[in-house]
Structures are given as structure tokens and as C-alpha cells.
């Protein structure tokens, strides 16, 4: 059974930076792909960045490349997201996502879609005030 756990969620003022963190259970070591999604309120989860776990291949989302790094551990199952320069526009829900069956496509839009992944964390809150 596949579990993920987000942390590192807060408030924080703008300017500010986060750090999230997700640890995986019940993945295959270094198989496939895990993410880092948002939702703000009334609006469809948006991808924010992914890794494709056997090569080491990181995809963050073009608006979000200068503020926002995504790390990975393969032999600790877990995916960290980095953010810096938080503005309020950054706030939202974040979930962790993850997937050891998808294909390497090379694609960052594969890899940011929210289809492309079976699992879910539950979400961590993530607040910005100006």
C-alpha cells in the first residue's frame, strides 16, 4: 500500500521561504515518478514540479523555475520542494504525488499532469501574507 505524508507547511510572510518535504511508503525504490502539485481554492490541482526518480530528472514549472527546487532522495523515498520568494499568490494547498509505474517520456508536461499519478498525500497548507 502506497502512503504519503507531507510536512512543512506553515504561514509564512512574503518574501519568505518554505520548505516541504514528502516521504513515500510502499513505492518501488527508485521506480517512476513523484511530484509536487498545488490547488488554490475553486481551482484545479496545478503541477509545480516532478522528478522522474531513475534518471534523476527534475521538471518545474515554467513560472516557477527561478523561485521554486525540487530534491529527491531515492534511497529515502522522499521528495523535497524548496520555495523562495513567496508571494501571497503562492498560497494554496500542497499535495505530493507519486506514481513507480510511470514511463520515462521526457516530457515536463507528462510529468506535471495530475493524471500521470495514482497516489496522493492528504495536502499541507502553505500560507502567504503580505
Known amino acids: 500500500q502506497v502512503r504519503l505524508v507531507e510536512s512543512g507547511g506553515g504561514s509564512v510572510q512574503a518574501g519568505g521561504t518554505l520548505t516541504l518535504s514528502c516521504v513515500a511508503s510502499?513505492?518501488?525504490?527508485?521506480?517512476?515518478?513523484m511530484a509536487w502539485f498545488r490547488q488554490f481554492p475553486g481551482k484545479k490541482r496545478e503541477g509545480v514540479a516532478a522528478?522522474?526518480?531513475?534518471?534523476?530528472?527534475?521538471y518545474v514549472a515554467d513560472s516557477l523555475k527561478d523561485r521554486f527546487t525540487i530534491f529527491h532522495d531515492n534511497a529515502e523515498n522522499t521528495l523535497s520542494l524548496q520555495m523562495n520568494s513567496l508571494t501571497p499568490e503562492d498560497t494554496a494547498m500542497y499535495y505530493c504525488?507519486?506514481?513507480?509505474?510511470?514511463?520515462?517520456?521526457?516530457?515536463?508536461?507528462?510529468?506535471?499532469?495530475?493524471?500521470?499519478?495514482?497516489?496522493w498525500g492528504q495536502g499541507t497548507q502553505v500560507t502567504v501574507s503580505s
Open positions: 504525488a507519486g506514481d513507480d509505474r510511470c514511463p520515462y517520456v521526457g516530457e515536463d508536461h507528462y510529468y506535471l499532469r495530475t493524471v500521470t499519478y495514482d497516489h
Open positions: 510502499g513505492l518501488t525504490d527508485g521506480r517512476g515518478c
Open positions: 522528478v522522474y526518480r531513475f534518471y534523476g530528472k527534475h
